[in-house]
Each structure stands twice: as C-alpha cells, then as structure tokens.
C-alpha cells in the first residue's frame, strides 16, 4: 500500500497580504521559510517528493532539505483563478459556485479534482509501497479530503475553516 503524506506548501507574502496567487509563481516569506525548514525536519524518512511546478511549492521542498528524488508535476497546481490570480482572496468569493464554473479564463475546483485523480492514478501504480510526499496547495488539500479521506463533497471542504496541521496522510 501506498502512504502519501501531504503538507500545504509554505507561507507566501501573499498569504500574509491575504493575495491569492493561484498559477502566478508566489514567494516565500520569512516566516514562509522557516516553516520549510521545520518540514524537512517533520519529513526526512520519505521515499520520493511531489510537488506543484510552482515557486513556492518548489521553494519548500528545496529549503526542508529533503534527500528522497523531488520531482514537480504541474497536475498539483493551484487552482488557475484565471483572470482573478494576483486578486484579493476575497475576490475568489463565493468559492463554492467554482466547483463546476470555471474561474473566468481560469479552471474550477472540479478540474483540480480531476487533476489530482490522474496523479494519484500514477502514484499508485509508479510508487506502490512507498512514502511519497506531496507538497501543493489548498485545492490540492480539499481535492485529495474528497477522493481519499473523508469523502466528504467540495462543497463542504471548500467553505470549512482551515486548520493548519503538520500534514495529512492517506493510504492508496
């Protein structure tokens, strides 16, 4: 069986800015950098690591310093909030009408979804009983809740509060 671990990446200027940087490439903060560190403390007995093509995907697993391959898969992007990427989170609202309707110009929660199916239909079969770790973003996180943990439907992930936690694990 496969375990998958998953950690949001670290925190962006963005996120201290409430931004939502969706597909632009975002950079670590200070603090964002420190806590990347403290994941490769949390993390260092992986077998391989995943992460989104984005900066600040990438920048966290290269500051955890992690020694298991890191390999990018675009398919682990954040949400592509089309015209919105660069916006106040608050412009995104309500989130909950973009599970099925795309962001203009952008993609919904449901692509992310099926993004994440495919890669996890890949993980499965390239990495069957191996640590993998996987660090994304929040789409990430609720699409993998949906297909792997609770079940439960988007619509409920996407408007639940979030509480951080040093991350998620799931068996395929």
């Avoid at 298991?68 to 592509?80: G, I, K």
Wanted: proline letters at 5%.
């Amino acid at each position: 069986m496969t375990r998958l671990i998953y950690e949001t990446h670290s925190i962006t200027v963005d996120n201290e800015r409430e931004i939502a940087t969706g597909w632009l490439p975002g950079e670590l903060s200070v603090t964002g950098q420190r806590l990347a560190r403290e994941l490769g403390e949390r993390r260092g007995d992986v077998d391989v690591v995943f992460s989104s093509d984005l900066l600040r995907a990438v920048e966290t697993v290269e500051l955890a310093g992690l020694t298991a391959p890191h390999l990018q898969d675009w398919r682990l992007r954040e949400c592509n909030y089309g015209e919105l990427n660069g916006a106040p989170v608050d412009a995104l609202n309500p989130r909950v009408e973009r599970i099925h309707m795309p962001f203009p110009r952008g993609q919904s929660y449901g692509d992310v979804v099926e993004l994440t199916r495919s890669f996890l239909a890949d993980v499965k079969t390239w990495y069957a009983d191996a640590t993998v770790l996987v660090v994304a973003h929040s789409a990430n996180r609720w699409a993998l809740e949906h297909l792997l943990g609770s079940g439960r439907p988007m619509e409920e992930l996407i408007v639940a509060p979030f509480n951080w936690q040093p991350g998620w694990e799931y068996d395929l």
